[in-house]
Antibody, heavy 119, light 107 residues
């Protein structure tokens, strides 16, 4: 069965960095585009970044552009989000989610990993 | 960016009720709209895509309609497991955007 498992969350001070990972299984990872989405405590969903199957196209939300970098390793069935210059308002649960096809609906989501940015 | 709005933001309902949630896009998105259900402490779950197509495994009491800028999610006969927050999301263009959510709780 399709599984996405995020890891790498934790507590970090403002200005710090963190690298999230998303391990995929149960499907041919290299065939699918993936996005990162976050949810601040008690808030709604915010899309952050998108990467195509072969990493030829990448998009970012304005809120993270220049601070976050998405990447993938198809040989290891893994997706990453490098987060730099973290701020308090980056505190959220971070999800990776699979696009059914390029730029389409998000059909499978991971369980999320919590990132807390606090001094 | 395309702004998504939802109404109402929350409401109370009883099992067996028919409920309707509205989603509006700030510009036309054709039928590039999905609906997700989220329960506390869990990830969102895809219910409907292409505005009206039921995701595999989703009960037929869920239905979606609309195109362009105005969309609706209908639950024809609310069940206890349907008490949750519902989000619409456009995938017409980047940045992808979600509505603020509609929380359905027990009356």
């Amino acid at each position: 069965q399709v599984q996405l498992v995020e890891s790498g969350g934790g507590s970090v001070k403002p200005g710090g960095s963190l690298r999230l990972s998303c391990a995929a299984s149960g499907f041919t990872f290299s065939d699918y585009s993936i996005s990162w989405i976050r949810q601040s405590p008690g808030k709604g969903l915010e899309w952050l970044s998108y990467i195509t199957s072969s990493a030829t196209t990448i998009h970012y939300a304005d809120s993270v552009k220049g601070r976050f970098t998405i990447s993938r390793d198809n040989a290891k069935n893994s997706l990453h989000l490098q987060m730099n210059s973290l701020r308090a308002d980056d505190t959220a649960v971070y999800y990776c989610a699979r696009h059914y096809s390029s730029s389409s609906r998000l059909d499978y989501w991971g369980q999320g990993t919590l990132v807390t940015v606090s001094s | 960016a395309i702004r998504m709005t939802q109404s109402p933001s929350s409401f109370s309902a009883s099992t067996g009720d028919r409920v309707t949630i509205t989603c509006r896009a700030s510009q036309g998105i054709s039928s590039y709209l999905a609906w997700y259900q989220q329960k506390p402490g869990t990830a969102p779950k895809l219910l409907i895509y292409a505005a009206s197509t039921l995701q595999s495994g989703v009960p037929s009491r869920f239905g979606g309609s609309g195109s362009g800028t105005d969309f609706t999610l209908t639950i024809s006969y609310l069940q206890s497991e349907d008490f949750a927050t519902y989000y619409c999301q456009q995938y017409y263009s980047y940045p992808l955007t979600f509505g603020p959510g509609t929380k359905v709780d027990i009356k």
